[in-house]
């Protein structure tokens, strides 16, 4: 863990904005939409924390990580049948929201309850920090 803690620590804070909702078709997810800008700058600080890593730990620790680059999101409700997902789409009618995101949250799958837990949060101070 302390690994990722000095990864961590070398990362850019910045300011995440979230506007609207969408979906995923193939796994029923309804999520709150990020712009564009805070996609890239999660998945720019995301590839930096990589990049940190031996090949062999990412392997190991991180397992179907990398898949999620694509689009990132907040997840609202997960396996929804198309009829739920267009009751969403009637409740849910407009989001928007800004925030500081100035650490990162390590999780790890709970069985029992089959979602994620937060086992370590870890801070973003950036290029500036000194250790």
């Given at each position: 863990m302390e690994e990722c803690a000095r990864a961590a620590r070398t990362l850019e804070p910045f300011e995440l904005e979230f506007q609207g909702f969408h979906h995923f078709v193939k796994s029923g997810a309804f999520y709150v939409h990020l712009t564009g800008q805070s996609s890239h700058s999660i998945i720019e600080r995301c590839i930096q924390f990589r990049q940190t890593f031996s090949h062999e730990i990412l392997s190991i620790h991180t397992e179907g990580w990398t898949d999620m680059f694509d689009t990132p999101h907040m997840t609202i409700g997960r396996r929804l049948q198309p009829h739920w997902i267009d009751i969403a789409y009637?409740?849910?009618?407009?989001?928007?929201?800004r925030f500081?995101?100035?650490?990162?949250a390590i999780r790890k799958f709970n069985d029992d309850r089959k979602q994620f837990d937060v086992i370590a949060e870890l801070p973003m101070i950036g290029t500036n920090?000194?250790?």
């Open positions: 009637s409740l849910f009618k407009e989001f928007n929201a500081w995101c100035d650490s990162l920090f000194k250790p």
